[in-house]
T-cell receptor, first 114, second 115 residues
Framework: AQSVTQLDSHVSVSEGTPVLLRCNYS??????LFWYVQHPNKGLQLLLK????ATLVKGINGFEAEFKKSETSFHLTKPSAHMSDAAEYFC????????????WGAGTKLIIKP | EAQVTQNPRYLITVTGKKLTVTCSQN?????MSWYRQDPGLGLRQIYY???????DKGDVPEGYKVSRKEKRNFPLILESPSPNQTSLYFC??????????????FGPGTRLTVL
């Protein structure tokens, strides 16, 4: 069965330092992978998605993620954190095995220290 | 403005009292979906609809009903709510077609408390 594991429930970084949010997935077929962001008391917004094109995907607000099939990973990165990045981030996978339904990770809360 | 709206945003009710949470989108999207979000569990899909009069169960459909009589609306019905349905609910829509890769657009959420 498909699954998504976000390896950290909380990540804390200082403003201006790099961000790394880790995501591993299991999928038998070529997956589609997404990162969504949820700001406090707000809905969810797509950050970026991988759908079998370039393995390095650029998203909004300076975020990017790299699809690594050999490592079954899709980690989210940003070179320099900003206070406005404080939010919860969800890694999501979809493939034929899940009948193309979205399988959500448990989320990683990103905390930005001034 | 393209958007998904949900009402109400907040609701406190009692066990067994039927309620409906409305969802509407103005983007002419074919695919709509309901999720619930609980701490540490991410989002879990309740029901989805691929078009008018076409609905199917997601991962956690027990205790919920939906209908899709018009393309823009996808209400979530709790016939007899119970405390374990206390949660944050999100409605989402996407264009359809290749909905595995389509971007989903989410409503602002409905926080439901069942006493």
């Amino acid at each position: 069965a498909q699954s998504v594991t976000q390896l950290d429930s909380h990540v804390s970084v200082s403003e201006g330092t790099p961000v790394l949010l880790r995501c591993n997935y299991s999928s038998s077929y070529s997956p589609s992978l997404f990162w969504y962001v949820q700001h406090p008391n707000k809905g969810l917004q797509l950050l970026l998605k991988y759908t079998s094109a370039a393995t390095l995907v650029k998203g909004i607000n300076g975020f990017e993620a790299e699809f690594k099939k050999s490592e079954t990973s899709f980690h989210l990165t940003k070179p320099s954190a900003h206070m406005s990045d404080a939010a919860e981030y969800f890694c999501v996978v979809s493939d034929r095995n899940s009948n193309y339904q979205l399988i959500w990770g448990a989320g990683t809360k990103l905390i930005i220290k001034p | 403005e393209a958007q998904v709206t949900q009402n109400p945003r907040y609701l406190i009710t009692v066990t067994g009292k039927k309620l409906t949470v409305t969802c509407s989108q103005n983007m002419n999207h074919e695919y709509m979906s309901w999720y619930r979000q609980d701490p540490g569990l991410g989002l879990r899909q309740i029901y989805y609809s691929m078009n008018v009069e076409v609905t199917d169960k997601g991962d956690v459909p027990e205790g919920y009903k939906v209908s899709r009589k018009e393309k823009r609306n996808f209400p979530l019905i709790l016939e007899s709510p119970s405390p374990n349905q206390t949660s944050l609910y999100f409605c989402a829509s996407s264009r359809g077609g290749s909905w595995s890769t389509d971007t989903q657009y989410f409503g602002p959420g409905t926080r439901l408390t069942v006493l």
